[in-house]
């Protein structure tokens, strides 16, 4: 079974441009959840999805950060304009079990703006 | 604001021993805490859960859990090189399916 599919693995862009990270959640779990990871701040999360409606979002960092989920096995993160500070691991996270609510991440974007 | 710290290592410990991580977290009303491992370059990979006070194992990983101390630890035994990472403390805040709190994680070195 495949795990959560994140793409793509590598983007460098330039600062003022626009960055798109996609992900694909394993099938049939219902909550998706977007982290990012730096060295200096860890592993935070930014927003999260239940059956495709974002429940919490307070820990999108400014306006320039936008997700969406326009169904049950697509999400995009996109940040317009991109500034270096924004230079991290970004990873989809998944989860369907509410008894455990386990969370599988997937491999990551780790994005450079230069 | 809601907390989960580790001490960052490096934490060395000769192959074959017993590997002792452990973990804090300041939100009483915490109810899930979970151990993820990762490789450099890598996702953090799900080790270990725990959601009641005591210990749970599983193989060579016992994870121990006291609620009234906030202490969340990872007994990893007989320890390969391969278990050479940094493992992450997580803890699920609310109880339900929420995002996860991270701490920023223990590099375990494990010396042949």
């Known amino acids: 079974d495949a795990g959560v599919i994140q793409s793509p693995r590598h983007e460098v862009t330039e600062m003022g441009q626009e960055v798109t990270l996609r992900c694909k959640p394993i099938?049939?779990?219902?909550?998706l959840f977007w982290y990012r990871q730096t060295m200096m701040r860890g592993l935070e999360l930014l927003i999260y999805f239940n059956n495709n409606v974002p429940i919490d979002d307070s820990g999108m960092p400014e306006d320039r950060f936008s997700a969406k989920m326009p169904n049950a096995s697509f999400s995009t993160l996109k940040i317009q304009p991109s500034e270096p500070r924004d230079s991290a691991v970004y990873f989809c996270?998944?989860?369907?079990?509410?008894?455990?609510?386990?969370?599988?991440f997937g491999p990551g974007t780790r994005l450079t703006v230069t | 604001q809601k907390e989960v710290e580790q001490n960052s290592g490096p934490l060395s410990v000769p192959e074959g021993a017993i590997a002792s991580l452990n973990c804090t977290y300041s939100d009483r009303g915490s109810q899930s805490f979970f151990w993820y491992r990762q490789y450099s370059g890598k996702s953090p990979e799900l080790i270990m859960s725990?959601?009641?006070?005591g210990d749970k194992e599983d193989g060579r990983f016992t994870a121990q859990l006291n609620k009234a101390s906030q202490y969340v630890s990872l007994l990893i035994r007989d320890s390969q090189p391969s278990d050479s990472a940094t493992y992450l403390c997580a803890v699920n805040p609310g109880g339900g399916a929420d995002g996860l709190t991270f701490g920023k994680g223990t590099h375990l070195i494990i010396q042949p």
């Open positions: 099938s049939g779990h219902d909550y």
């Open positions: 725990i959601y009641s006070n």
């Open positions: 996270a998944s989860t369907m079990d509410p008894a455990s609510y386990e969370q599988y």
